[in-house]
């Protein structure tokens, strides 16, 4: 079946201009994750989605950071004003059920984003 | 807290020979263990997890990885390289109770040369 999807691959932009990347899980997983992957360095947790309950933000590293998720399904993380600081390739994850159980976390392809 | 460290930041081995990827932990609690590979340009890909029961952990590609309890280690293993097992390796733990955080380490470029 199909995997965890992203959207776009790449994308440059200016200094402080807005962005918004987008997040198609496996279809039927409950939980959604985030992460930032800056270059040389592991996988940093920004923001997780489980159902319909409220998401764990504890994660997002300033107030420019923000996402949403409708229902199950599509999530999309805004990052506003960008900074140089914020290139990085951004990581979705999906799973069937719990965060931190013994579910596996299946990844999209991320998202590169530059900030020029 | 919760942490995973991976001591190398890059190995090399000549295909054919064993490979081994090292990964302490520190968790409070029982720890349930990750391991990912990412090649290029692409996302992480789940090779193996240790949950509970026998120490030695078997997963895809021929990847096998053993929970060590004493050594708080989890090192990945292969018994025989191959050119195309050339990537970047990450581990990673939760623990079994509650609400927790998957952490990762920061990965090991793994090289396996002809």
């Known amino acids: 079946g199909a995997g965890v999807s992203q959207s776009p691959s790449n994308k440059v932009t200016e200094k402080g201009k807005d962005v918004e990347l987008r997040c198609d899980p496996i279809?039927?997983?409950?939980?959604l994750y985030w992460y930032r992957q800056r270059l040389g360095q592991g996988l940093e947790f920004l923001i997780y989605?489980?159902?319909?309950?409220?998401?764990?933000k504890s994660g997002l590293p300033s107030d420019r950071f923000s996402a949403e998720r409708t229902g199950e399904s599509v999530s999309t993380l805004t990052i506003q004003r960008t900074q140089q600081e914020d290139s990085a390739v951004y990581l979705c994850?999906?799973?069937?059920?719990?965060?931190?159980?013994?579910?596996?976390?299946?990844f999209g392809p991320g998202t590169r984003l530059t900030v020029l | 807290a919760q942490s995973v460290a991976q001591p190398e930041d890059q190995v090399n081995v000549a295909e054919g020979n064993p490979l081994t990827v090292k990964c302490t932990y520190s968790?409070?609690?029982?720890?349930?263990l990750f391991w990912y590979v990412q090649y290029p340009n692409r996302g992480l890909q789940f090779l193996l997890k240790?949950?509970?029961?026998?120490?030695l952990v078997k997963g895809s590609y021929g990847f096998e990885a053993e929970f060590n309890k004493s050594q708080t280690s989890f090192h990945l293993k292969k018994p025989s390289a191959l050119v195309s097992d050339s990537a970047l390796y990450f581990c990673?733990?939760?623990?079994?109770?509650?609400?927790?955080?998957?952490?990762f380490g920061k990965g090991t470029m793994l090289l396996v040369s002809p």
């Open positions: 994850a999906s799973s069937p059920r719990a965060r931190g159980s013994t579910d596996t976390q299946y």
């Open positions: 279809s039927g997983h409950t939980a």
């Open positions: 989605f489980q159902g319909n309950s409220a998401p764990d």
């Open positions: 968790v409070s609690g029982n720890p349930y």
């Open positions: 240790y949950i509970t029961g026998d120490n």
């Open positions: 990673a733990v939760s623990r079994d109770s509650g609400y927790s955080t998957l952490t």
